[in-house]
Nanobody
């Protein structure tokens, strides 16, 4: 089992910045943190949970069009941490942000989720 704990959310004014962190612990069937693709999702009230940014085990990154150029995902495998640096925040970025660890096995896929951290962008 993999446990994920997000932190770093809060209230910020439009145009401001925040850095979210996700700490991973535990392991399953010999897989280490570096084996997992790590993703950040967000869910605004009344909306579905959407993928914001992803980073593969090899370090390749991918972003939703709405955050390209403003958000940066990174990982520190030695510390079992993943980060989401957010700049130029907009009210539309307000949501609960969730950390996800994903692994595609030979038989099934594995997904683990954190409890989420609230980001509110408002003046």
């Amino acid at each position: 089992q993999v446990q994920l704990v997000e932190s770093g959310g809060g209230l910020v004014q439009p145009g401001g910045s925040l850095r979210l962190s996700c700490a991973a612990s535990g392991r399953t069937s010999g897989r280490t943190f570096s084996s997992y693709a790590m993703r950040w999702y967000r869910q605004a009230p009344g909306k579905q949970r959407d993928l914001v940014a992803a980073i593969t085990s090899g370090g390749r990154t991918n972003y939703a069009d709405s955050v390209k150029g403003r958000f940066t995902i990174s990982r520190d495998n030695a510390k079992s941490m993943v980060y989401l640096q957010m700049i130029s925040l907009e009210p539309e970025d307000t949501a609960v942000y969730y950390c996800n660890a994903h692994f595609t096995g030979t038989v099934r896929e594995y997904d683990y989720w954190g409890q989420g951290t609230q980001v509110t962008v408002s003046s």
